[in-house]
C-alpha cells in the first residue's frame, strides 16, 4: 500500500516536497514513480527512481525543477519540487514498480499506485 502526501496550495516560484511511504517489506526492490493528472488530463509521467537510487528519470518539463529521492530504510520516496508554476497544479500520485532495476515511464509498468495528493499552484 502506497500513502502519498505533502500536497498543498502554494504559489507561483513556492516549492513543495511530496512523500509517499510504502507499507511492506519489499520496497527497496521496487523501482518508484511520481505521475501527475491535471483536471481534463491524461495522467503523465513525471519523474522516476531505480530500487537503488542510482538511476533517474525526468520528463522534461520538470527537469532542473524537480528532484527525486528514496530512503529505502524508511519505505519512503520524495519529490522535492522547486519554482513551481501554474501548469504543475495537478493530483501527483506514486506508484510502484517490482521491477525496479530500470526506470519506467509508462503507467502500465507500475504494478502499485497510491491514492494521489493534491498540488495547486496559484500564478
Known amino acids: 500500500q502506497l500513502q502519498a502526501c505533502g500536497g498543498g496550495l502554494v504559489q507561483a516560484g513556492d516549492s513543495l516536497r511530496l512523500s509517499c511511504t510504502c507499507s511492506g517489506r519489499t520496497f527497496s526492490s521496487y523501482g518508484m514513480g511520481w505521475f501527475r493528472q491535471a483536471p481534463g488530463e491524461e495522467r503523465e509521467f513525471v519523474a522516476g527512481?531505480?530500487?537503488?537510487?542510482?538511476?533517474?528519470y525526468y520528463a522534461d518539463s520538470v527537469k532542473g525543477r524537480f528532484t527525486i529521492s528514496r530512503d529505502n530504510a524508511e519505505n519512503t520516496v520524495y519529490l522535492q519540487m522547486n519554482s513551481l508554476k501554474y501548469e504543475d497544479t495537478a493530483v501527483y500520485f506514486c506508484?510502484?514498480?517490482?521491477?525496479?532495476?530500470?526506470?519506467?515511464?509508462?503507467?502500465?509498468?507500475?504494478?502499485?499506485w497510491g491514492q494521489g495528493t493534491l498540488v495547486t499552484v496559484s500564478s
Open positions: 506508484a510502484a514498480d517490482r521491477a525496479g532495476l530500470r526506470v519506467k515511464t509508462s503507467r502500465s509498468a507500475y504494478e502499485y
Open positions: 527512481i531505480s530500487w537503488s537510487g542510482v538511476n533517474k
